[in-house]
């Protein structure tokens, strides 16, 4: 379903779509920009076709996936150029490392203020990125979609509260940039809810996976027919 963002209101600047571009087929390009949906199909066949199928199964005669990682667009900056005949971006870049790394969910109580500080730092570092990503798929003037992150599945209670506390720090970036740059928002956390949608507690499983693949492909199909307002989609 999809829920109209008021506040994001205005129409981007995008590339016609492949379905109305004159003299196109009817193949439409979808460029992965960040490497988090690449991380969560790890185990799966990355040739093309399967991929495809894997992603928005039944669709592999109208789509066509590429994947482009943050890194490779931090390296190559302003020379980076995407594939000319991309349609659609999918932005997805995972913040959990970073929550990992910050040491929030190690720490004592009494030290909390000093670690939301690091994390304000990691999340710093993670939105520079973000808009990054951003900046690349609008300037190729491609239908965007940026994701949120999903929420983990600790069994822990008190790691649970933590890590979800400290992601939404993560996630407010993401509605924040998105909102900025009127374009649409993919809510995974409002999709992959459920303990069997996980198969550990930062990975979500073959049926989370394909929960997140539906609305995916019904986002792009929606955003396919051509420059609408910005909405979220769960």
């Given at each position: 379903?999809?829920?109209?963002?008021?506040?994001?209101?205005?129409?981007?600047?995008?590339?016609?779509?492949?379905?109305?571009?004159?003299?196109?087929?009817?193949?439409?390009?979808?460029?992965?920009?960040?490497?988090?949906?690449?991380?969560?199909?790890?185990?799966?066949?990355?040739?093309?076709?399967?991929?495809?199928?894997?992603?928005?199964?039944?669709?592999?005669?109208?789509?066509k996936i590429s994947v482009v990682s943050?890194?490779?667009?931090?390296?190559?900056?302003?020379?980076?150029?995407?594939?000319?005949?991309?349609?659609?971006?999918?932005?997805?870049?995972?913040?959990?490392?970073?929550?990992?790394?910050?040491?929030?969910?190690?720490?004592?109580?009494?030290?909390?203020?000093?670690?939301?500080?690091?994390?304000?730092?990691?999340?710093?570092?993670?939105?520079?990125?973000?808009?990054?990503?951003?900046?690349?798929?609008?300037?190729?003037?491609?239908?965007?979609?940026?994701?949120?992150?999903?929420?983990?599945?600790?069994?822990?209670?008190?790691?649970?509260?933590?890590?979800?506390?400290?992601?939404?720090?993560?996630?407010?970036?993401?509605?924040?940039?998105?909102?900025?740059?009127?374009?649409?928002?993919?809510?995974?956390?409002?999709?992959?809810?459920?303990?069997?949608?996980?198969?550990?507690?930062?990975?979500?499983?073959?049926?989370?996976?394909?929960?997140?693949?539906?609305?995916?492909?019904?986002?792009?199909?929606?955003?396919?027919?051509?420059?609408?307002?910005?909405?979220?989609?769960?």
């Amino acid at each position: 379903m999809t829920v109209p963002a008021s506040e994001m209101s205005k129409p981007s600047s995008q590339k016609p779509s492949a379905a109305c571009a004159p003299g196109r087929g009817p193949l439409r390009h979808v460029v992965l920009l960040g490497d988090a949906l690449l991380e969560a199909y790890s185990s799966i066949d990355k040739s093309p076709g399967k991929f495809e199928d894997a992603l928005l199964p039944g669709t592999r005669d109208q789509w066509k996936i590429s994947v482009v990682s943050a890194a490779e667009i931090e390296r190559a900056g302003p020379a980076l150029v995407l594939p000319g005949d991309a349609t659609h971006a999918i932005i997805f870049i995972e913040g959990n490392h970073a929550i990992e790394q910050s040491g929030l969910l190690h720490s004592r109580p009494d030290a909390y203020g000093q670690t939301l500080g690091q994390l304000s730092l990691a999340a710093d570092e993670f939105e520079r990125t973000l808009a990054r990503l951003i900046h690349v798929a609008q300037a190729a003037r491609l239908v965007i979609m940026v994701c949120t992150m999903f929420q983990p599945n600790y069994k822990d209670p008190t790691r649970q509260r933590t890590a979800c506390a400290a992601l939404a720090v993560f996630n407010d970036r993401v509605t924040k940039r998105a909102a900025e740059a009127r374009v649409s928002l993919i809510d995974l956390r409002l999709i992959c809810n459920e303990p069997e949608d996980y198969d550990q507690p930062t990975r979500l499983s073959q049926s989370g996976l394909q929960k997140a693949a539906n609305v995916i492909r019904f986002a792009m199909f929606e955003l396919d027919a051509g420059a609408r307002r910005s909405e979220v989609f769960f």
